[in-house]
């Protein structure tokens, strides 16, 4: 679970975070269609002791409502907010700068997690990532902690978290309402760009960082940028690979999308003058934290993609 560390390690190791893919194109969403669907929801349902298998495989059992929660990584927090969880917040990472409460918290560490802190804050519920990684996690564990492991490979995956945080809180009506949500807005964007996107696809090189690692077509990122109606020129290549100047030249995209800046560089880049995305000026910045984070934003995230690909749609210009 590694991608080579190059100028951009911050903006890498953020993206190992949710690698991996299964293409959820616009399946129903869990919470809005099927999870949600069999036994409806209502405000405070749950009842405890509560046994909830995480995404990690592991069978926690929640002997009551969660009154302190930590949060080991950003996407984690914007749940855990948006499921209106803010009070019940006691702990979060240097890295979690959304919303702007949660940097206010207690921090237990940044990418690497101090332990000791997080026992310290006296949680009740912890919510973990696979990207913590498993000895972090196990310490926790060892320590009498209840930990929740959450691992978002696709936006399904995405809405699943949503459920199992819900369901774990008290917030599993919350959470139905919150995918509901999210499963409109990214049924909005598909349908702005389906008609124009199925005529003529906008060809897509991502960039990673300036060193040229891209998303290949197994990751997180491809999804986003085929549900919003474009095609990755990565399609081809799995995980996160560094690719040569030259083989952008040969993918020719229309677009080129940056998750670091440097949009004026990679104009000005010796050799790519002939690609029609920077020929035409379509080289873009996104917030990386949209589409980055496996949370409650990666709608947003898709908007944003979209917008660039498909600008008229949007109300805008190319």
Not at 69 to 76: A, D, H, K, M, R
Not at 124 to 134: E, P, R
Not at 232 to 241: E, R, T
Request: glycine content about 8%; proline content about 6%; hydrophobic content about 40%.
């Amino acid at each position: 679970m590694r991608m080579p560390i190059g100028k951009g390690l911050a903006l890498l190791f953020s993206f190992i975070l949710i690698f991996g893919i299964v293409l959820a194109g616009c399946a129903p969403a869990p919470g809005a269609n099927q999870a949600g669907m069999d036994t409806p929801k209502k405000p405070g349902s749950i009842n405890y002791p509560i046994k909830l298998k995480d995404q990690a495989g592991n069978l926690v059992t929640i002997e009551k409502q969660p009154q302190r929660i930590v949060s080991l990584i950003p996407s984690n927090t914007e749940i855990a907010y948006a499921l209106n969880l803010g009070k019940q917040m006691v702990g979060v990472t240097a890295n979690d700068d959304y919303p702007a409460e949660a940097k206010k918290l207690p921090k237990v560490g940044d990418w690497k997690i101090n332990v000791e802190k997080v026992v310290e804050l006296k949680p009740d519920l912890v919510l973990a990532n696979t990207a913590n990684g498993k000895e972090t996690i196990d310490q926790l564990k060892k320590l009498g902690l209840k930990v929740l492991v959450l691992d978002a490979q696709s936006i399904r995956d995405v809405y699943k978290s949503i459920d199992l945080v819900g369901d774990a809180t008290n917030r599993a009506w919350e959470a139905d309402q919150l995918v509901a949500r999210m499963e409109k807005a990214k049924r909005d964007v598909f349908t702005k760009v389906a008609r124009v996107s199925r005529e003529k696809p906008v060809k897509v090189f991502v960039e990673i960082s300036p060193d040229l690692f891209t998303a290949g077509g197994d990751t997180f990122m491809n999804e986003l940028v085929t549900v919003a109606g474009g095609k990755n020129v990565a399609v081809d290549v799995k995980g996160w690979p560094q690719v040569s100047a030259e083989q952008v030249v040969k993918w020719n995209p229309d677009v080129i999308i940056s998750t670091h800046g440097g949009e004026q560089e990679i104009l000005e880049r010796k050799g790519w003058s002939s690609i029609p995305a920077v020929k035409n000026k379509r080289v873009y910045s996104i917030d990386p934290n949209l589409t980055n984070r496996p949370g409650p934003r990666i709608v947003q995230g898709i908007e944003q993609i979209a917008a660039v690909l498909y600008p008229e749609q949007f109300g805008g210009k190319k």
